[in-house]
């Protein structure tokens, strides 16, 4: 039972326009949400999360928003640039199972010069 | 954030044998997590360790085939043992830092033959 999903395994970009990465869940417990990125050969890097008291973070060119009604958050880029090529990995945690993180399947994007 | 090391980077290793995978941290921690990729796969929690106590696993791991140890506030080990073919991933460390963020470590990439 997945019950995170990234449907777009895979995902181009034009450099200098914006990239959105999307993500549904189905556990309404879920209550914290994070996006990861991830390089061939590395760990997954932390790139931005969001509670769910809130609909809305930003921190530079990131900026996830969160659809509580829809369970779907979404993690916006702009402007994309070469560099962010990469797996994107959204997970959702709740403070009722332990803090353990849920990962969704991942989507690859690509961005075009 | 923490800065986060494993030992080996990737090994290969002959069907039946056991390999032992460190994770070190830069500071202490409380939660370690062990995670494992599989080729085209999302991340999969096996198990929580915390220091002073067993590890919790996950649904489908057991500590006969993945034992943990946690001796201190910055060290831990996972051990995969008698491989197979089927345990050829990518295996992670993370810490929780700063509230419900997990920091991961640069994995290790295992082939069993």
């Known amino acids: 039972d997945q019950q995170v999903k990234q449907n777009s395994p895979s995902l181009s970009v034009q450099e200098g326009r914006i990239s959105i990465l999307n993500c549904d869940y189905t556990?309404?417990?879920?209550?914290?949400f994070l996006w990861y990125k991830k390089y061939p050969a590395e760990g997954p890097t932390f790139l931005i999360s969001?509670?769910?008291?809130?609909d809305k973070n930003e921190d530079g060119r990131f900026t996830v928003f969160l659809n509580k009604s829809a369970k779907h958050l979404s993690l916006h880029i702009v402007p994309s640039q070469p560099g962010d090529s990469a797996v994107y990995f959204c997970?959702?945690?709740?403070?009722?199972?332990?803090?353990?993180?849920?990962f969704g399947t991942g989507t690859r994007l690509t961005i075009i010069p | 954030s923490a800065v986060i090391s494993q030992k080996p980077s990737r090994d290969i290793c002959q069907r039946g044998t056991s390999l032992t995978i460190q994770c070190q941290v830069d500071?202490?921690?409380?939660?370690m997590f062990w995670y494992r990729q599989q080729p085209g796969q999302s991340l999969t929690l096996i198990a929580t360790?915390?220091?002073?106590?067993?590890?919790?696993?996950e649904s489908g791991f057991v500590i006969d085939k993945f034992p943990i140890s946690r001796p201190n506030l910055t060290f831990s080990t996972l051990t995969v043992s008698n491989m197979s073919p089927e345990d050829s991933s990518i295996y992670l460390c993370?810490?929780?830092?700063?509230?419900?963020?997990?920091?991961f470590g640069p994995g290790t990439r295992l082939t069993v033959l």
């Open positions: 969001i509670s769910s008291i809130k």
């Open positions: 993370s810490v929780e830092k700063g509230g419900d963020t997990q920091y």
């Open positions: 556990n309404s417990m879920f209550d914290y």
């Open positions: 360790a915390n220091q002073g106590s067993e590890a919790t696993y």
């Open positions: 500071s202490q921690v409380t939660m």
């Open positions: 997970a959702a945690s709740s403070n009722f199972g332990n803090e353990k993180l849920t």
